[in-house]
């Protein structure tokens, strides 16, 4: 059995928003997504650097758009997850349920 990919929780969360953006994902509302989401606050430099690692390791593909002359001749960079990334973001996810299968984490909290 080989390794699965692993994906950090910054990676997971910008292939949600990407596929919750469906196919409207580029960077500015991937930040907004996560933004209004999960309230996480990232920046667009650890953004692209996650959009780039993402599509090194198979999970997103990216496509430019034609220039815009309002965007001073540069091309919009849209991201689409990948079937690879689709499959590890289920294995994440039932990795996750099964880690919380049985426990009551409420009755923890207070102590």
Known sequence: MTDP???GELEQMVLW???RLEGDAYGPLILEEL???VGRTVSPGALYATLDRLETK???RSTLADPEPRRGGRPRRYVS???EGREALARVRREWMRLWAGLDVAAEEGG
Do not use: C, I, K, W
């Open 5 to 7: 990919t692993y994906l």
């Open 17 to 19: 928003a990407v596929l």
């Open 35 to 37: 933004g209004e989401r």
């Open 58 to 60: 198979g999970m997103l």
């Open 81 to 83: 997850v990948t079937a």
